[in-house]
């Protein structure tokens, strides 16, 4: 595989050799936008579903990745996506035939897009067939088992990173940049507010073993992510109260509401909420000894919208998937070094958090929290 930048000058020397370059060249070919170095990344996705197909139509803007591959249950979807994004039969794969991918040189790395509680068996079979793998969020149910994934990609020597795509939005690097340079002095407090309203209740969102939980999960994450980067540290215990309205809907082990207090080594505190059931709920505020910082919305598709105690934070909107597949790109061949991590040990760490805040809701009691 060359470069984008190899592959225009070959073709400015010579077009002789074009029927045998590879796909990946030809991906090159087709990319649009500025000319970025280095290999691109051939992904396949796994899980055609909501999210996937936001990564695939994201992708086609991407410099460095490229989708060459799909993995569905479903064979009408692998026709549509087939024929929107010129994908050749031998690139699709089944749940039960993903394996074989293992023998296939047009795919570099699998984007898994299924529901948190296949993540671990999926991952790990990818893994296993040697191939990168990218995950989505939360990376698992529990921190067990994301460090067990951890451990399967380092075994088998390929990446696993977590498709945390706000760790690459500008006006959020921008925070953390001013946070780093200590432009806001010593931070006190951090407050994340991260919820909407869940429609069908036979979604899997809802089901204790393909969600691992409730909206803690699947959007109270991001209040426990953002505390961290936003912070600048990992915290070291943690107090929760859970509420729920709707046992119906939101059954044993599916939280509606969940309110946590999170405790760093500086003596910052973070004040969250994560729900299933309130609207309007995309907000981080940090306040700190010379300043302060506000993000809302502060992790939806964007635009993510901001400004600290020194004016309104003007960085331009981009896709964020757009952005996070070229990163991670530049992260699987270059060792690029991001900012805020996306490795599976960040995952792992977001996944200890919302074990101790399980457990506090439980217990009633503050939990320590070890990472
Ligand atoms: P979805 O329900 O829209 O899609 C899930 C896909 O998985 C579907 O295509 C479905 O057919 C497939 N699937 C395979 N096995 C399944 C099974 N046993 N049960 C149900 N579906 C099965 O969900 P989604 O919104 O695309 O979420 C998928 C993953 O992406 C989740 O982990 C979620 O947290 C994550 N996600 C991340 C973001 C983000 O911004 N990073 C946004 C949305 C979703």
């Known amino acids: 595989m060359t470069s984008r930048r190899d592959f225009l000058e070959k073709i400015a020397v010579s077009t002789i050799g074009l029927p045998f370059l590879s796909f990946a060249n030809t991906a090159c070919a087709e990319a649009e936008g500025p000319v970025a170095d280095g290999k691109v990344l051939r992904v396949a996705i796994m899980g055609l579903g909501g999210y996937g197909t936001r990564v695939a139509e994201a992708m086609q803007s991407c410099t460095r990745a490229k989708l060459t591959g799909v993995i569905s249950g479903t064979p009408s979807k692998i026709k549509d996506w087939q024929s929107k994004y010129n994908i050749p039969e031998k690139n699709c794969y089944n749940y039960e035939n993903f394996d074989n991918i293992k023998n296939n040189p047009d795919i570099d790395a699998v984007y898994i897009i299924t529901p948190n509680g296949l993540h671990k ?41 977590i498709g945390y795509r706000i760790h ?3 006006k959020t690097l921008e925070i953390v940049r001013m ?9 006190k407090f951090f407050q994340g507010l991260s919820g909407f309203t869940i429609g069908d209740p036979k979604q899997w969102r809802l089901n204790k073993e393909l969600a691992g939980g409730g909206a803690l999960m699947d959007i109270g994450i991001y209040a426990i ?23 119906a809907k939101f059954k044993d082990g599916v939280d509606e509401t969940i309110q946590f207090q999170l405790g760093f080594p500086s003596g ?15 907000r981080f505020f940090l306040t700190a000894e010379k300043g302060y910082a506000l993000l809302y919305p502060s992790t939806g598709y964007g635009p993510i919208e901001g400004e600290t105690h020194k004016g309104k934070l003007m960085h331009p909107h981009k896709t964020h998937q757009t952005v996070q597949m070229d990163e991670m790109a530049a992260i699987i061949f270059d060792d690029k070094k991001p900012v805020v991590p996306v490795d599976g040990q960040e995952g792992v760490k977001d996944m200890k958090i919302i074990d101790a805040i399980y457990e506090a809701t439980r217990s009633g009691k503050s939990v320590d929290i070890r990472m």
């Not at 953002?226 to 107090?239: A, K, Q």
Request: net charge negative; aromatic share 6%.
């Open 268 to 282: 910052a505190v973070a004040s969250c909420l994560s729900t299933y059931a309130m609207n309007n709920l995309d």
């Open 225 to 247: 992510n953002g505390s961290r980067y936003m912070i600048g540290e990992e915290p070291i215990w943690v107090t929760a109260q859970e509420t729920k309205t709707d046992p």
């Open 168 to 170: 690459f939005e500008p």
């Open 121 to 161: 068996e999926q991952t790990i079979r990818v893994a296993n067939a040697g191939k990168h793998v990218i995950c989505e969020k939360p990376m698992a149910n529990n921190a067990r088992d994301g460090q067990e994934m951890v451990n399967a990609c380092k075994a088998a020597n390929v990446k696993l990173l």
């Open 179 to 187: 946070r780093m340079d200590g432009e806001f002095g010593k931070v």
